[in-house]
C-alpha cells in the first residue's frame, strides 16, 4: 500500500493469540537453555535465535499467503511452528560444529601417542578392534580403555554396546 504522496505505508502483522502463546512458551525455554549452557560461543547463537523466529514467522506467514494458503492479518500458530522448527534445526546445526571445533582443538591438545593411536584408529572399530591398534602402538589395554571412557561424547561416538565411532 502507497499514501497519497506514492509512500510505502508499512503494514503491522501482529500474532494472534494461540501464535503469540507458543511463541512465548518457546522463548521461556530459549533463554533458559541460554541461561544454562556453558559454551559461551552457543549462548550467543542461542539469544539471536529469539529475532530469527520472529522474522521466520513472519516469512512463512507471508509465503503462505503468496500460495493462498493463509491471510495476511496476523501471524498464526502454523507459521511459529514452522519458525521454531527452522530455529530448532539452526541450534542443532551449531551445537554440532561447536562440537566439531572443540573436538579439533581437544584432539590437537592430545599427547603424541594418543593422537597417533587416535589417527590410526579407523572410522568405526569396536573395542577389541581398538585394542589391538593400541597394543601395536604400545599402548596397554586398560590405557586404551580410559582413552575411549575420557573421550566419549568428544572424539569418540558410542554407536551401539562396544562399538565406537571417531567424531572427527
Known amino acids: 500500500m502507497t499514501d497519497e504522496d506514492g509512500e510505502l505505508v508499512p503494514t503491522q502483522l501482529p500474532f494472534n493469540t494461540e501464535a503469540r502463546t507458543l ?16 559454551d ?13 523466529v ?8 507471508l509465503s503462505r499467503w503468496a500460495c493462498d494458503e493463509s ?32 573436538s579439533s582443538a581437544m ?3 592430545l599427547p603424541t601417542d594418543k593422537l597417533s593411536l587416535y589417527n590410526a584408529l579407523p572410522v568405526e572399530f569396536t573395542t577389541s578392534e581398538g585394542i589391538t591398534v593400541a597394543q601395536k602402538q604400545n599402548i596397554s589395554a ?6 575411549l571412557a575420557d573421550k566419549k561424547g568428544k572424539l569418540f561416538e558410542n554407536v551401539k554396546h562396544g562399538r565406537y565411532k571417531k567424531l572427527i
Open 107 to 109: 584432539l590437537e591438545q
Open 142 to 147: 586398560d590405557s586404551f580403555k580410559r582413552f
Open 23 to 38: 511463541l512465548y512458551h518457546w522463548q521461556h525455554k530459549n533463554t533458559d537453555l541460554c541461561n544454562s549452557e556453558m
Open 71 to 102: 491471510d495476511k492479518k496476523e501471524i498464526d500458530s502454523t507459521s511459529v511452528e514452522g519458525a521454531i522448527s527452522i530455529v530448532e534445526y539452526f541450534r542443532i546445526t551449531a551445537k554440532r560444529v561447536q562440537g566439531i571445533t572443540n
Open 40 to 52: 559461551e560461543v552457543l549462548v550467543g547463537v542461542y539469544s539471536k535465535l529469539d529475532i530469527y
Open 54 to 61: 520472529i522474522r521466520f514467522s513472519l516469512i512463512l506467514q
